[in-house]
């Protein structure tokens, strides 16, 4: 267990504690930047984008539409996600 003293550093310089979260934002960020370089289309289901395969996680958000939080949910409608 970490000190509320270890805790409040590793605050301090922004530790990511729901690395899940984390993750899912390096996805949405990579998706963003697709859509700016390809602003005709989505990417195609085995589509890489910077050596990752950002059309396989678009793939699985929409298989987890009902399991995503309301936070990402809001992301995605927030650049039109089909």
Do not use: M
Not at 14 to 20: Q, R
Not at 73 to 78: A, F, N, V
């Amino acid at each position: 267990r970490l000190t509320p003293e270890q805790t409040a550093k590793l605050n301090g310089i922004g530790f990511p504690w729901d690395v899940h979260n984390v993750r899912w934002k390096y996805w949405l960020k990579l998706l963003k930047e697709h859509r700016q370089e390809h602003k005709d289309r989505w990417p195609t289901q085995n589509e890489k984008y910077k050596s990752e395969n950002v059309g396989r996680w678009c793939s699985r958000q929409r298989e987890k539409k009902n399991r995503l939080t309301p936070e990402q949910t809001e992301k995605l409608d927030g650049i039109g996600f089909p």
